[in-house]
């Protein structure tokens, strides 16, 4: 299922959405400030959704995968889940259950975490099968892979330029 955008984007919007990178929280090998590429998504249970995450773009990840602290949130019951399965996850493994639920990117106009209730305009939305995983490390981080994430999207990534472009493939460009 391709992504679907919300009646308020524009033919600007129809054209790939560019993103800087963002510092992360941690600091590198000698106390640096890290940069990653982190793109602002939310998660959405039919009438319940989280405010916007930091979405890690990770080419390496078979599954887009979250905390099972979310699910909660989501009003979402794991026990009855559409499967389980595990993944490498940096120099370990993890389980996750998976269920299908809606993500959303938000327009880089709207890089600013938000709360709940507040409006968010400008996103392209998509439904997709993501892992839920116990114990994981970050409750606001979304690791962003092949199925759920890539499976949607044209994505290029530039560690050169710190940026993302991430553009819609079935979205008529500027020019059609």
């Known amino acids: 299922m391709s992504p679907s955008s919300t009646p308020a984007l524009t033919e600007r919007e ?21 940069v990653r590429p ?6 959405v249970n039919g009438d319940r959704g989280t405010p916007q995450l930091a979405g890690l773009v990770a080419s390496g990840a078979d599954l887009t ?11 979402i019951d794991l026990e009855d889940n559409e499967g389980e399965g595990a993944h490498r996850f940096g120099i370990g493994e993890v389980k996750a259950r998976y269920k299908t639920i809606d993500l959303r990117l938000h327009s880089p ?6 709360s709940p209730d507040a409006e968010q305009d400008e996103y392209r939305q998509w439904r997709s099968r993501i892992g839920f995983v116990q114990d994981w ?3 606001g981080l979304v690791v962003l892979g092949n199925v759920g994430f890539f499976d949607q999207f044209e994505v290029a990534i530039s560690a050169f330029a710190h940026s993302i472009a991430v553009a819609d493939p079935d979205a008529d460009g500027p020019d059609s």
């Open 14 to 34: 129809q054209r790939p959405w560019l993103y800087p990178y963002r510092q992360d929280v941690q600091l590198g090998w000698h106390g640096e400030l890290v």
């Open 38 to 43: 982190l793109l602002p998504v939310s998660l």
């Open 65 to 75: 995968l979250v905390s099972d602290v979310l699910a909660e949130q989501l009003g």
């Open 109 to 114: 106009d709207d890089l600013c975490l938000h």
């Open 137 to 139: 490390p970050s409750n």
